[in-house]
């Protein structure tokens, strides 16, 4: 690991400030990930701002919504009596990420903010234009099992990893952050973005900015809702491709329907136009062929993860059944409802 | 813009581990790990992977378990950490410590230290009621030598043993 001066930020202002001033640094929460990037040196901040002694550990409750600290941990995340029941979906896509000693020590925020798990970023031998801008991808035509299917570019086809930002996509949640010229908020499907000619940026902060916390309005389905994950091993394992569904159903009839799909792209991938293929309409085969035509209809296999297409088709499959059938994805149950 | 070297500092941390307090001065980029095994030779809890992918380093922090080769010692300043050193001794061993043996839980003992302190977490935050159940949450812990039948047997044994004193 290289070497590093660390600052323990006093209060957000602080953190900013210094994120601000220092090109090279790095905020770290849980460190479940910036530790494992620093010690490839992919990640080597100048500086690091420790900002675990702020007050962004809260999970605040009200009649419009809740509101998620940056800080809460993965976990108390997952067993929140109000999130099971507001965001079942939320809880249970958390459950189904990395393992339970990582989700104690893991972030909201952190999660938010993860870096792709592309071999080749992670790899300092390799050309990666995400780790260093400019000098190739060394995925493309490479090995590219985990790769993305879906709104990849020339210049980057690596995913975003996390469970948790897929039901957040799924649930339209707002990221709250705070930066140099103050506060804004910004919808979770403008968070991330594609990665274009600059995978180097994940998502949309600007510089010196962070994320103070998540909001998520209202309530979601108690009951007709699934996160449905498929990967190489049954647990502690990243997602080939997940999906996380949310539907509204009434007297039988979708009313709502968010979709939205893990390890497919560069960013939890929702498609707003092939939802309105659902609603309306009862739940039904027909339905779902129609969506899942429309939702795939771009997607484009890199040779080693061809197989992602039928895999995304199965996944949206099973998990609008369970969903339509309120029988949810339990995350230790792992026979097929 | 080229940005000053770094001052190579340590920085004061005060750790309560094992019941017994430490005022150290800690390089910012050890982790947590690195300092129990290498400054506190608390060889106990062990490095499979270094990276979280792995268990066998797993520790309680303030009576929560996580692993300690992806924390920062610094993170952590003002702690409980509890080891596999702090749970038992051979004489008087934590009843964790206890259905591993009596299940012979374990091969070559390398992930054991990772196992007991991750199951004596899994029984603390008490969402572990089925067997399902208690494989998913103890799925953080790898085990080369396959031990892991043995292993839910052992943590099995204790949720039961607890839910038993619970009941009377
Ligand atoms: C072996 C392994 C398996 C895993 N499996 C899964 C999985 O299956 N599913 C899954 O979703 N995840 C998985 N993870 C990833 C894990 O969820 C992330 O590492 C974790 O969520 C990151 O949170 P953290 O608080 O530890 O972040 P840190 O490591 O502290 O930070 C991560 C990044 O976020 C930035 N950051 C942190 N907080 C903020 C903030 N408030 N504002 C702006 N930027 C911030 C940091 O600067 C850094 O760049 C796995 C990790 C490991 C090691
Ligand atoms: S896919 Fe993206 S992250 Fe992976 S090597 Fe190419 S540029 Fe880097
Ligand atoms: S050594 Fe920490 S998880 Fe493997
Ligand atoms: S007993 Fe050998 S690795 Fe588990």
Redesign the interface.
């Known amino acids: 690991?290289?070497?590093?001066?660390?600052l323990?930020a006093g209060s957000v202002a602080e953190a900013v400030s210094a994120l601000a001033a220092?090109?090279?640094a790095r905020l770290?929460a849980?460190?479940?990930n910036l530790?494992?990037l620093?010690?490839y040196d992919v990640e080597a901040p100048?500086?690091?701002v420790?900002i675990?002694g702020l007050d962004l550990k809260r999970i605040e409750e009200s009649e419009n919504g809740t509101r998620i600290g940056a800080l809460v941990t993965n976990?108390d995340l997952a067993?929140h009596p109000g999130i099971n029941r507001r965001f079942p979906l939320l809880a249970s896509a958390l459950l189904a990420g990395?393992?339970?000693?990582?989700r104690?020590?893991a972030t909201a925020g952190g999660n938010l903010n993860q870096r792709t798990r592309c071999y080749y970023f992670y790899d300092t031998a390799t050309r990666c234009n995400k780790r260093q801008p400019g000098s190739g991808c060394d995925a493309i035509g490479g090995v590219t099992r985990i790769h993305a299917i879906l709104g990849a570019s020339d210049s980057c086809i690596a995913t975003h990893p996390s469970d948790m930002c897929v039901a957040l996509a799924a649930l339209d949640a707002v990221v709250e952050v705070e930066g140099p010229n103050g506060r804004r908020d910004i919808p979770i499907l403008d968070y991330h973005r594609l990665p274009g000619e600059t995978p180097e940026r994940d998502n949309t902060l600007s510089p010196g900015e962070m994320v103070l916390g998540i909001r998520l309005e209202g309530e979601a389905s108690p009951r007709h809702h699934t996160y449905l994950k498929l990967r190489d091993r049954?647990?502690?394992a990243f997602a080939l491709v997940s999906a996380a569904v949310d539907l509204k159903i009434e007297d039988g009839v979708v009313r709502r329907a968010r979709v939205a799909l893990g390890g497919v792209a560069h960013k939890p991938w929702r498609d707003l136009e092939a939802e309105s293929l659902l609603v309306g309409r009862v739940p039904s085969a027909d339905a779902t062929d129609a969506f899942i035509a429309r939702l795939l209809s771009g997607a484009k296999g890199q040779g080693g993860n061809d197989f992602k297409i039928t895999l995304a088709e199965r996944v949206i499959r099973r998990a609008l059944r369970q969903a339509a059938a309120g029988t949810p994805q339990l995350?230790?149950?792992?026979a097929i409802a | 813009m080229p940005s000053a070297p770094p001052s190579l500092q340590t920085v004061p941390v005060t750790l309560h581990i094992n019941g017994k307090r430490h005022d150290l001065d800690v390089a910012p980029w050890t982790t947590l790990l690195d300092l129990l095994r290498e400054e506190l030779k608390l060889t106990g809890t062990k490095k499979g992977c270094d990276h979280g992918q792995c268990g066998a380093c797993t520790v309680l922090v303030d009576g929560v378990r996580i692993n300690s080769c992806l924390s920062l010692a610094v993170m952590r300043n003002g702690a409980e950490i509890t080891t596999i050193e702090g749970l038992g001794t051979p004489e008087r061993m934590h009843p964790m410590q206890r259905a591993f043996v009596e299940h012979d839980a374990l091969q070559c003992g390398y992930c054991t230290p990772g196992q007991i302190c991750s199951a004596v977490g899994l029984v603390a935050e008490g969402h572990a009621e089925s067997r399902a159940e208690i494989r998913e949450l103890m799925s953080g812990n790898l085990c080369r030598c396959g031990a892991y039948t043995n292993i839910a047997d052992a943590v099995e044994d204790v949720l039961n043993q607890q839910q038993k004193a619970a009941a009377e």
């Open positions: 690991m290289k070497r590093f001066d660390y323990k220092h090109p090279k770290i849980g460190g479940t530790v494992d620093m010690k100048g500086l690091l420790d675990n976990s067993y990395a393992s339970p000693q990582l104690n020590a049954l647990s502690y995350q230790h149950e792992k």
